[in-house]
């Protein structure tokens, strides 16, 4: 008997309803939902990974422990029981920061961790958390922190409504938006030229969004906050600044203009790759257009200079006037109140031991990780819980963190897999994961491009005497206790919090929420509640996005600081970069650069690149995407492939400061001259771990080869993109 169960997908931030037809045990069907109002009907070809996901015998069922002779499996009462006190025991013998924390990227779209896995971590009391954060979107928390006032607020582009939109380092099309939830980004960006309006891409590789676009400019990697700067020293010079509603509420315009008049893009030009008038006529654009937005993500975040490149989008728009404003940058109002129910964050408050790098919103750069467990001396950690991620293929110089895991005394994994990170846990925790447990987008509702609210039951009970993410972290907090003083009336709360489900916990969440039941605010003559919820399969429609500020400032005063003194100190760093990307555009001239100079030995910037089928690094065990051509190739303009006699299809070796990896390679135009791409989350391995297809397509790893010691120094996050390599055939 088959039946059809309602839910969004859970794996992108995309959030695309999908409409599942299954019997008791299998998956029979998975479409897109035409009557989502977020999605539309779109979908992707990873939305069949969640059958192959929920078949996959490779999957683990049972905890697991490490041992002498192989994996054991284990009970989940003596798998907890043995967890905490392998911690508790790590902490006794060399502190409470001797424990460190890892979640990754599934964490965000796992109800259930959103809402428990914070107990658990907050028992260990470790300041050595750390997270897929700093090798991806931290840039945009350092900006709502310090421009808006909370790490959350996170405006996105109001791309069903803009007139002209400016994309710096993302292809939405593969990815279908990041902080800008999107599914079907095609149709939208389509929609957009009907309209009239126009697209400008600006990418080192021709990608898929910028074959759409009216213009695309290849920009040497890593120079983003250059470019950016020079389109905000155009706005200030040919119309000046529009604040519109936003006026009375700014301050630093004239520093932010000082600052900027250092890179006019005469200046610039030669380092980020596109000629002077280029750039004008690219800011020209943005002021001359109704309503225009820019959007910087990967491509920016991950550089050297990812906090000032964000913050530098976020001023150009509100320069021009097209902050808080239809078809500009614009804040979802979510039916969570996020905001509400989190930290504003905080930053430099500790430091990491080894190279002394700040804090942000409680979490170190992961790109210190590795580090700080092969560094003999005090204040070293032994001890590692990660989650849902899988550092070893997704962080800086991963061969490193693979290395020093081996050293640590005890490690605890929560994943569904036996994988390059895990296989060196002492115990694996398998959650059940994506049709077998509840879901509702706790965060990426709140980075949609429009309001609506969906939520669905577990579809399947998953197997016998399973636990999910959510009963895997309360029996830890419960376990290991509040680790601290906490006050009577806070040890309540927290022992009523871990007996709620998240489902539960999301209920009252809705109700207060501002289209809640109990928020005085109707909705269809009813609030919003998960009964609600449940009675609306495809979700329900919240509308299109709505003007947020001044009121919804949180920053001090209520006032927009857009030159606070660390901004300004950054244009010394991105002024120093410049003279030296400008030393680097010479040396690019001479064929024979000097021994020493810094281009001869690795001349060209590595990038990385996302594809249809792939997922970060764990969807390479689904059998409906492992079709087709190999995806782990590196990407190369013929000319710089003719200059070192390579030749389409060869195996290459591909190296840098820190690594080596060897892969074919693939001769593409779509590659500016002096860039090659990668994709990461490859580079599998079968010893030990229990990955079927994944061992048989293993691919490499880029981050063997990208470098922690390059980061963006403001902001700790990883600077993967535009790392100095250089080819060779093999
Ligand atoms: N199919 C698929 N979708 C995904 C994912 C996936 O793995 N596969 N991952 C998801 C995740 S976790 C995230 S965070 C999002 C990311 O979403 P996006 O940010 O849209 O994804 P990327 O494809 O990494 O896009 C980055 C773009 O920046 C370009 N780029 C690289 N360096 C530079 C530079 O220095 N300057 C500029 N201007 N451009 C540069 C790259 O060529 C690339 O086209 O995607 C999500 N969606
Ligand atoms: N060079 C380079 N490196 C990159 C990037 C890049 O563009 N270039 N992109 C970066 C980005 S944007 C990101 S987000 C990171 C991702 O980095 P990570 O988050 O560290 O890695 P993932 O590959 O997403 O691994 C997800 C893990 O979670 C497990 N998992 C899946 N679902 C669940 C669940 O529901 N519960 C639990 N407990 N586990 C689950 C999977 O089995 C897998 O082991 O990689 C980053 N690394
Ligand atoms: S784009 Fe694909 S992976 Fe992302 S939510 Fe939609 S169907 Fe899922
Ligand atoms: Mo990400």
Redesign the pocket.
């Known amino acids: 008997m088959s039946a059809t169960h309602h839910r969004s997908c859970n794996l992108c931030e995309a959030m695309c309803g999908l409409v599942i037809t299954h019997d008791d045990t299998r998956v029979l069907d998975i479409r897109g939902d035409k009557d989502d109002p977020l999605s539309q009907g779109h979908i992707c070809p990873k939305a069949f990974a969640l059958r192959d996901l929920h078949e996959d015998g490779d999957r683990l069922r049972t905890p697991l422990r490490r041992t002498d002779s192989g994996w054991q499996d284990i009970g989940w009462d003596e798998a907890f029981d043995l967890v905490t006190s392998e911690l508790r025991a790590v902490q006794a013998r060399h502190g409470q920061d001797a424990v460190a924390v890892y979640q990754?990227?599934?964490s965000v779209h796992?109800l259930g961790?959103m809402l428990m896995s914070p107990h658990m971590v907050r028992s260990l009391r470790t300041r050595n958390r750390y997270s897929?954060t700093s090798?991806?979107q931290l840039p945009h928390h350092f900006v709502g922190y310090y421009l808006f006032g909370h790490q959350f607020m996170l405006p996105v582009p109001d791309v069903d409504r803009t007139q002209h939109m400016l994309v710096l380092g993302a292809n939405p099309i593969v990815s279908n938006g990041s902080i800008m939830s999107a599914p079907g980004m095609r149709r939208r960006l389509n929609q957009l030229r009907e309209r009239g309006g126009q697209l400008v891409v600006v990418d080192p590789r021709r990608s898929e969004t910028a074959a759409r676009a009216d213009a695309h400019h290849f920009i040497r990697p890593g120079t983003d906050a250059m470019l950016l700067a020079a389109l905000i020293h155009r706005v200030f010079a040919t119309c000046g600044p529009r604040l519109r509603h936003l006026a009375e509420h700014v301050a630093g315009l004239d520093a932010l203009a000082e600052a900027v008049a250092r890179f006019p893009a005469a200046r610039v030009a030669q380092a980020v790759g596109i000629d002077a008038p280029a750039i004008e006529a690219m800011a020209d654009a943005v002021t001359a257009a109704d309503s225009a937005v820019v959007y910087g993500r990967?491509g920016v975040c991950?550089a050297e200079f990812g906090a000032l490149g964000m913050w530098l989008v976020t001023a150009l728009n509100l320069v021009t006037g097209n902050l808080d404003r239809p078809g500009g940058m614009m804040f979802a109002s979510p039916a969570v109140d996020v905001l509400a129910r989190t930290s504003r964050g905080g930053h430099d408050r500790w430091r990491s031991r080894v190279r002394d790098l700040p804090e942000f919103g409680g979490e170190l750069p992961v790109a210190a990780l590795a580090e700080e467990i092969d560094t003999p001396g005090p204040g070293q950690v032994r001890g590692l819980v990660t989650?849902?991620?899988?550092?070893v293929?997704?962080?800086p110089n991963g061969k490193r963190l693979g290395a020093a895991l081996g050293q640590l005394e005890f490690m605890v994994s929560?994943?569904?897999?036996l994988?390059e990170t895990t296989r060196h846990a002492h115990v694996i925790l398998p959650?059940k994961?994506g049709l077998e447990v509840p879901h509702y987008d706790l965060i990426f509702h709140g980075l949609a491009v429009r309001n609506t609210a969906r939520f669905a039951d577990a579809l399947f009970p998953g197997h016998d005497n399973a636990r999910t993410?959510a009963e895997i972290f309360a029996a830890l907090a419960r376990r290991l206790g509040p680790g601290g003083k906490v006050s009577t009336l806070g040890k309540l709360e927290r022992r009523a919090t871990l007996a709620m489900s998240p489902t539960q916990q999301l209920d009252m969440a809705l109700r207060r929420g501002p289209y809640g039941k109990w928020s005085g605010r109707l909705l269809r003559g009813d609030g919003l509640s998960v009964a609600l919820l449940r009675g609306e399969p495809h979700g329900v429609d919240l509308g299109p996005l709505r003007p947020q500020l001044p009121e919804g400032i949180r920053a001090k005063g209520g006032v927009l600081q857009l030159a606070p003194a660390l901004i300004l100190r950054d244009f010394d760093r991105l002024d120093t970069a410049l003279r030296r990307e400008d030393g680097r555009a010479r040396s690019r001239r001479d064929p024979d650069p000097p021994v020493g100079d810094p281009g001869r030995a690795h001349p060209l910037r590595l990038i990385?690149r996302r594809s249809l089928q792939d997922h970060?690094?764990?969807l390479h065990n689904a059998a409906t995407l492992m079709k087709g051509r190999p995806r782990c190739v590196l990407h190369m303009h013929p000319d710089d492939a003719e200059r070192r006699g390579l030749s389409a299809g060869q195996r290459v070796r591909l190296s840098s400061r820190v690594g080596a990896v060897e892969v074919p390679v693939h001769l593409t135009d779509q590659m500016m001259p002096g860039v090659v791409s990668l994709p990461?989350?490859w580079g599998h391995t079968a010893d030990d771990t229990r990955q079927t297809l994944a061992s048989a397509s293993p691919g490499v790893s880029?981050?063997d080869v990208?470098d922690a010691a390059l980061l963006d120094q403001l902001s700790g996050n990883a600077a993967?993109s535009g790392v100095p390599v250089q080819v060779a055939g093999v």
């Open positions: 990754g990227n599934p796992n961790t897929a090798v991806d990967m991950t989650s849902a991620g899988n550092p293929l997704s962080t929560v994943d569904p897999y994988n959650p994961i993410d990385g970060n690094s764990w990461h989350g880029i981050n990208t993967l």
